[in-house]
């Protein structure tokens, strides 16, 4: 048997892949992350099937019920909050799959930054404010970041900022940014994105710590960073552009 790393969206019941649904429909295990998954998700598992919470489990004990899953002949669905890509350990955990030579897939999902986009309506990628999008994260106590990755190096680059992981830093990370994108630069905040208890905090680099303190969010938000979440450009991209569409029709 295949063992089926699948994106599981911000957490939305409606926001998973129709290949993401046939293979929990299909599933005698489950594996998810109940810390970050709106337990409707669940609804599209098939009944009777076995439903692990992983939150409390370390990756050798994870691998444990994969392996045993495959061995028993069973199929099993490893289910990640937003898309296996950004930030699920599919890395470790295949690895440990390869070194048990099971075999195994991967289901792509909604990213959490995407659905976060999503809910503040806003293009992370505005013509001549910002065309560039920095995925990345913070360490406190979590592994080390690589030297060359440093908040700094990426704020020096005006994009368009999306911190995972980072809500409990807030303060600080602001601070650091300021420098860069100045204290009135636009901020959002999205927690939970698409789940009955999200939560959405707009303010600016100067302010939105406040924010994010007083409503005590603590897992499972995003923070966008960047001009372009605010932008008042009356810019348009080329590729739409009156000129291209005429220059394309003369070259036919």
């Known amino acids: 048997m295949t063992v089926h790393f699948v994106g599981a969206g911000p957490g939305a019941a409606d926001l998973i892949t129709l290949r993401a649904a046939r293979l929990l429909g299909a599933a005698d295990v489950v594996l998810y992350p109940g810390t970050y998954l709106d337990a409707e998700v669940l609804t599209h598992c098939r009944p009777g099937a076995d439903l692990v919470d992983t939150q409390d489990l370390d990756l050798d004990r994870i691998t444990a019920r994969l392996v045993a899953a495959h061995a028993a002949g069973q199929d099993v669905v490893r289910l990640t909050s937003g898309d296996p890509s950004l930030y699920s350990a599919l890395h470790e955990q295949t690895r440990r799959l390869d070194a048990a030579e099971v075999p195994w ?96 905090l707009r303010a600016t680099v100067g302010t939105i710590a406040d924010l994010v303190e007083e409503a005590g969010l603590r897992q499972a938000a995003v923070i966008l960073v960047g001009p372009a979440l605010g932008s008042a450009s009356d810019a348009e991209s080329y590729l739409y552009s009156t000129e291209r569409v005429a220059r394309k029709e003369r070259l036919r």
Do not use: K
């Open 105 to 200: 897939d991967v289901t792509p999902g909604v990213p959490a930054y995407a659905a976060a986009a999503a809910v503040v309506g806003r293009e992370l990628t505005v013509p001549l404010v910002a065309q560039s999008v920095v995925l990345t994260r913070t360490q406190a106590r979590s592994t080390a970041m690589p030297a060359t990755e440093s908040l700094t190096a990426f704020a020096a680059t005006g994009a368009t900022l999306v911190l995972h992981l980072a809500i409990t830093r807030t303060r600080a990370l602001m601070a650091e940014l300021a420098a860069h994108y100045g204290e009135t630069c636009p901020v959002a905040v999205v927690a939970r994105a698409s789940q009955p208890d999200e939560l959405v």
